[in-house]
């Protein structure tokens, strides 16, 4: 049975192909082994974002039905990520008091805002904004962030009773707890040993498991260890912040519009792997809606933002997964460890929980991968460093980093757009135009002008095209013959209709002729509605530039 192409809009859910019993036993087999990841990583990014543990998984359950059920990209591991709760938490930094109620309104409303930012663009088919945020800008962002969570995490990963900076200052082996450490330390060498044997193996549960015990049978809690400690037990209940004051929604605007963009960046990642792999079309905005839509129901139930995780995303491919039942049955292990599971997790260190962090960022630090871009860019190898830098000095201010990233990517493309290429031509003896000064080839004929922009004639690019050829009829006044090969131009504006017409009549005053070659069809009825193209003695159009350049030939043929 086919399912109506309307309700399949609506409810992406409805055109999941129908189950069999293989299809399901690999599913199954996919589901648990994120599962069990994202139990042990939902507590630990809660301590990140400094809410309650037992938010963490919250958010792990109802945002991933959400986003499965609605979302075209049916393999993403959504829930919590390092990112995401890092950029929440530091937001927040000196508006309220860690942990307290009024943290978590603020946590919660984060959630909801970006969430409804998200489905809004999604509706309104705003997806292609993820193209202004370029690879480098990205890339400089996540390193300084990773590098931020990293030292986030080392307090509680040694145990120290002091802050990590406090400590700098004033070291003193006597603020840390060896008991801590030892669980910390080794929790990460035991998740990358077995990440190296299998990265199938769901590697955080088992060392969550073996700690938990091992604390439980030497007393560490009673001797005064940090342990995660009793968490409430069942489902989560609706929770509806109270409203805020305007103070606290304005200061709440940049991280609700950073958040927003990072988290989904981060589902691009992973979709676009899920889809080149499935060799599917990704339907960014149906993404969009349906992770907002998670992010709203992770509020609702007193959390904190989610997004798509790309190590879950990417385990999830690597267990084979095929369909969303996948996510159904991670969404199922997560429900019973909500009601039965619960108690286990008491006597956890968080130091283990440190430990699960690093190891799950590690994979973001890569420290050689923005110098690699100096070969090809310097520019953008400059941007991404420069977003970097700032993300790390603005702490806990992050955002700061991203958007100065954006706008100097823009402003280099603007920057772009203002001073096209714009190159005098000559015919190379392959037979193609090239550039004259770079192959130092002669002029087509000597009293021609013959130039070619590789750009849009519009708004940006009409004065330097106006001015270059100011610039050349004024140092070479016996130029009576201007050629534009306008093949690159694939696009007119208004204000390029202008250029076009003023050039035109500057060749006239000189009693000179304009020769435009290879008009692209959108450009040559612009410009003939505006009627730029009147036939006449000083404008001459040819359909190629191989007609262009025979006709330009014989004007100073001998003979």
Same mark, same amino acid.
């Given at each position: 049975?086919?399912?109506?192409?309307?309700?399949?809009?609506?409810?992406?859910?409805?055109?999941?192909? %129908?189950?069999?019993?293989?299809?399901?036993?690999?599913?199954?087999?996919?589901?648990?082994?994120?599962?069990?990841?994202?139990?042990?990583?939902?507590?630990?990014?809660?301590?990140?974002?400094?809410?309650?543990?037992?938010?963490?998984?919250?958010?792990?359950?109802?945002?991933?039905?959400? !986003?499965?059920?609605?979302?075209?990209?049916?393999?993403?591991?959504?829930?919590?990520?390092?990112?995401?709760?890092?950029?929440?938490?530091?937001?927040?930094?000196?508006? !309220?008091?860690?942990?307290?109620?009024?943290?978590?309104?603020?946590?919660?409303? @984060?959630? @909801?805002?970006?969430?409804?930012?998200?489905?809004?663009?999604?509706?309104?088919?705003?997806?292609?904004?993820?193209?202004?945020?370029?690879?480098?800008?990205?890339?400089?962002?996540?390193?300084?962030?990773?590098?931020?969570?990293?030292?986030?995490?080392?307090?509680?990963?040694?145990?120290?009773?002091?802050?990590?900076?406090?400590?700098?200052?004033?070291?003193?082996?006597?603020?840390?707890?060896?008991?801590?450490?030892?669980?910390?330390?080794?929790? &990460?060498?035991?998740?990358?040993?077995?990440?190296?044997?299998?990265?199938?193996?769901? !590697?955080?549960?088992?060392?969550?498991?073996?700690?938990?015990?091992?604390?439980?049978?030497?007393?560490?809690?009673?001797?005064?260890?940090?342990?995660?400690?009793?968490?409430?037990?069942?489902?989560?209940?609706?929770?509806?912040?109270?409203?805020?004051?305007?103070?606290?929604?304005?200061?709440? @605007?940049?991280?609700?519009?950073?958040?927003?963009?990072?988290?989904?960046?981060?589902?691009?990642?992973?979709?676009?792997?899920?889809?080149?792999?499935?060799?599917?079309?990704?339907?960014?905005?149906?993404?969009?809606?349906?992770?907002?839509?998670?992010?709203?129901?992770?509020?609702?139930?007193?959390?904190?933002?989610?997004?798509?995780?790309?190590?879950?995303?990417?385990?999830?491919?690597?267990?084979? !997964?095929?369909?969303?039942?996948?996510?159904?049955?991670?969404?199922?292990?997560?429900?019973?460890?909500?009601?039965?599971?619960?108690?286990?997790?008491?006597?956890?260190?968080?130091?283990?929980?440190?430990?699960?962090?690093?190891?799950?960022?590690?994979?973001? &630090?890569?420290?050689?991968?923005?110098?690699?871009?100096?070969?090809?860019?310097?520019?953008?190898?400059?941007?991404?460093?420069?977003?970097?830098?700032?993300?790390?000095?603005?702490?806990?201010?992050?955002?700061?980093?991203?958007?100065?990233?954006?706008?100097?990517?823009?402003?280099?493309?603007?920057?772009? %757009?203002?001073?096209?290429?714009?190159?005098?031509?000559?015919?190379?003896?392959?037979?193609?135009?090239?550039?004259?000064?770079?192959?130092?080839?002669?002029?087509?004929?000597?009293?021609?002008?013959?130039?070619?922009?590789?750009?849009?004639?519009?708004?940006?690019?009409?004065?330097?095209?106006?001015?270059?050829?100011?610039?050349?009829?004024?140092?070479?006044?016996?130029?009576?013959?201007?050629?534009?090969?306008?093949?690159? &131009?694939?696009?007119?504006?208004?204000?390029?209709?202008?250029?076009?017409?003023?050039?035109?009549?500057?060749?006239?005053? %000189?009693?000179?002729?304009?020769?435009?070659?290879?008009?692209?069809?959108?450009?040559?009825?612009?410009?003939?509605?505006?009627?730029?193209?009147?036939?006449?003695?000083?404008?001459? &159009?040819?359909?190629?530039?191989?007609?262009?350049?025979?006709?330009?030939?014989?004007?100073?043929?001998?003979?």
């Amino acid at each position: 049975m086919t399912t109506h192409p309307g309700f399949a809009r609506w409810f992406p859910f409805l055109a999941w192909p %129908r189950p069999d019993r293989e299809l399901l036993r690999g599913e199954f087999w996919a589901g648990m082994t994120v599962g069990l990841m994202l139990v042990p990583q939902g507590v630990a990014y809660a301590q990140l974002a400094g809410m309650p543990l037992i938010t963490g998984m919250y958010a792990s359950f109802i945002p991933m039905l959400v !986003a499965v059920l609605w979302g075209s990209s049916v393999r993403l591991g959504v829930g919590p990520t390092a990112l995401t709760s890092l950029l929440t938490g530091a937001s927040l930094i000196g508006l !309220a008091e860690l942990g307290s109620a009024h943290w978590v309104a603020l946590v919660v409303w @984060i959630a @909801i805002l970006s969430g409804l930012l998200q489905a809004t663009l999604g509706v309104v088919r705003f997806g292609w904004l993820l193209s202004l945020v370029t690879s480098p800008v990205l890339n400089g962002f996540t390193q300084a962030a990773a590098l931020l969570i990293l030292t986030s995490q080392l307090p509680s990963l040694l145990g120290l009773a002091t802050g990590w900076r406090a400590f700098l200052q004033q070291p003193s082996w006597q603020a840390l707890d060896w008991r801590a450490a030892a669980f910390g330390l080794a929790s &990460i060498a035991l998740l990358w040993m077995m990440q190296r044997w299998r990265r199938s193996f769901p !590697a955080a549960i088992v060392v969550i498991a073996l700690t938990a015990t091992a604390s439980w049978a030497t007393g560490f809690a009673a001797h005064g260890g940090a342990v995660i400690g009793a968490l409430p037990q069942g489902l989560p209940s609706l929770f509806l912040p109270g409203w805020l004051s305007w103070g606290d929604f304005s200061a709440l @605007i940049m991280p609700v519009m950073v958040i927003t963009l990072v988290s989904f960046l981060e589902t691009a990642s992973s979709a676009k792997v899920d889809h080149g792999q499935g060799g599917t079309q990704w339907n960014e905005n149906q993404d969009l809606i349906a992770h907002g839509l998670a992010k709203v129901s992770s509020g609702l139930c007193g959390a904190f933002p989610t997004s798509a995780s790309f190590s879950r995303s990417a385990l999830n491919l690597y267990a084979g !997964a095929q369909t969303g039942w996948a996510t159904l049955f991670a969404f199922a292990l997560v429900l019973a460890a909500l009601l039965w599971l619960v108690p286990l997790l008491h006597h956890v260190p968080q130091s283990v929980l440190a430990a699960v962090v690093i190891v799950a960022i590690k994979g973001l &630090i890569k420290p050689m991968s923005m110098l690699r871009l100096w070969r090809l860019s310097r520019v953008e190898t400059v941007t991404g460093l420069l977003t970097f830098a700032i993300t790390l000095l603005s702490a806990p201010r992050m955002y700061w980093g991203v958007l100065i990233g954006l706008l100097v990517n823009l402003s280099h493309f603007l920057f772009q %757009r203002l001073h096209p290429r714009i190159i005098e031509v000559g015919l190379h003896p392959d037979g193609t135009l090239r550039d004259r000064m770079l192959w130092n080839l002669p002029a087509l004929p000597a009293g021609v002008l013959a130039l070619r922009m590789d750009a849009a004639l519009d708004f940006a690019s009409a004065t330097a095209l106006e001015k270059r050829v100011a610039d050349e009829l004024a140092s070479r006044p016996q130029l009576r013959h201007l050629c534009l090969f306008a093949q690159p &131009i694939n696009r007119i504006d208004v204000t390029g209709v202008e250029a076009f017409v003023r050039l035109l009549l500057l060749m006239q005053s %000189r009693g000179g002729v304009l020769h435009v070659s290879g008009l692209k069809l959108p450009v040559q009825q612009t410009l003939e509605a505006a009627g730029a193209l009147k036939t006449n003695t000083h404008l001459l &159009i040819y359909r190629t530039d191989a007609q262009a350049v025979a006709a330009l030939q014989k004007l100073y043929a001998p003979g």
